[in-house]
């Protein structure tokens, strides 16, 4: 069960407290969508199949499964 609520990260105030005037709700620059920092998991994970990851004050485990898949837990 997620404890989160999903609207929180949509609405625009989860980046930085950052809320975007009224009206410009779902606009923003195209070249900003594309510029994402990409990461490969063989580099997060150096041979191991879990890590932990610090987020918050809170502890979450990032795993790979047997089938290759990756799942995150809290």
């Known amino acids: 069960m997620n404890s989160h609520n999903p609207n929180h990260f949509r609405s625009g105030q989860y980046r930085h407290g950052y809320r ?3 009206g410009q709700m779902g606009t923003r620059p195209i070249a900003e969508s594309l510029v994402v ?9 150096l041979g191991d199949y879990e890590i932990g990851i610090n987020h918050g004050g809170a502890l979450y485990r990032l795993k790979i499964t047997r089938q290759g898949k990756l799942i995150l837990n809290k």
């Open 37 to 45: 920092r990409t990461l490969t998991s063989e580099s997060l994970f």
């Open 20 to 22: 975007r005037p009224e």
